[in-house]
């Protein structure tokens, strides 16, 4: 009986622990870890709180720690890579937003991915996996109709070049799937006017927002 006694009495000591850990209530824990110190006779092991660091959540502690950072990964993968004229970045509201002129990524009136994109989209796919941000993959265009058997409309080409990219990301270079979506916008969010040659370039576009937290 004395034995069964201290087995129930250590088993409840450790139930009573675990409850306390698992609520996070440093206060209470060391009012709790005192009390089992004086049963037991063991106050020698009474963790001080003040020593006790609090367990991160999951993904609190991104590999790319700040937006700086971000942003001069970003800006040494379009220098190193001469992508200037290519690929661009800006910022608002929702985030950041990695700006793809359709011309690196996608043969006119098309969406299947070409050869010199898959590049692209790898360097990129490995930063974004470092952070723990949602993805939002937006297909653009200029205002230049489009009716084809494949795409009757620029809606049409424009959601499947968003999806194309972000399927991509996903698959090939592990971007979790939970974070990633896609919108496809035709020719109603342009960034320059599409009454020049310059300003349709910059239209037809594919825009990873990384969306802020």
Do not use: C
């Amino acid at each position: 009986m004395l034995t069964y006694s201290d087995l129930i009495t250590l088993l409840l000591g450790l139930f009573i622990i675990l409850y306390a850990i698992s609520n996070v209530d440093l206060t209470k824990y060391k009012k709790m870890t005192v009390s089992l110190g004086e049963v037991f006779g063991s106050k020698n092991h009474i963790t001080s709180t003040n020593n006790m660091k609090m367990i991160p959540k999951i993904n609190a502690i991104p590999l790319v720690n700040t937006k700086e950072e971000l942003k001069n990964k970003l800006s040494n993968l379009i220098v190193s890579n001469h992508y200037d004229n290519s690929i661009k970045f800006s910022e608002d509201k929702r985030g950041l937003i990695i700006h793809i002129l359709d011309k690196i990524l996608y043969p006119t009136g098309g969406a299947k991915l070409n050869g010199k994109s898959l590049r692209v989209l790898n360097q990129i796919g490995n930063i974004l996996k470092k952070i723990p941000n949602d993805i939002r993959v937006e297909g653009h265009t200029d205002n230049v109709p489009i009716h084809t058997k494949r795409f009757p409309s620029n809606w049409h080409l424009s959601v499947e070049r968003a999806l194309n990219t972000a399927y991509y990301l996903i698959s090939k270079d592990n971007l979790p799937a939970d974070r990633v979506t896609i919108v496809g916008y035709s020719k109603y969010k342009p960034i320059q006017s599409n009454s020049t040659v310059e300003g349709r370039r910059m239209n037809r576009r594919v825009d990873i927002v990384i969306l802020n937290k």
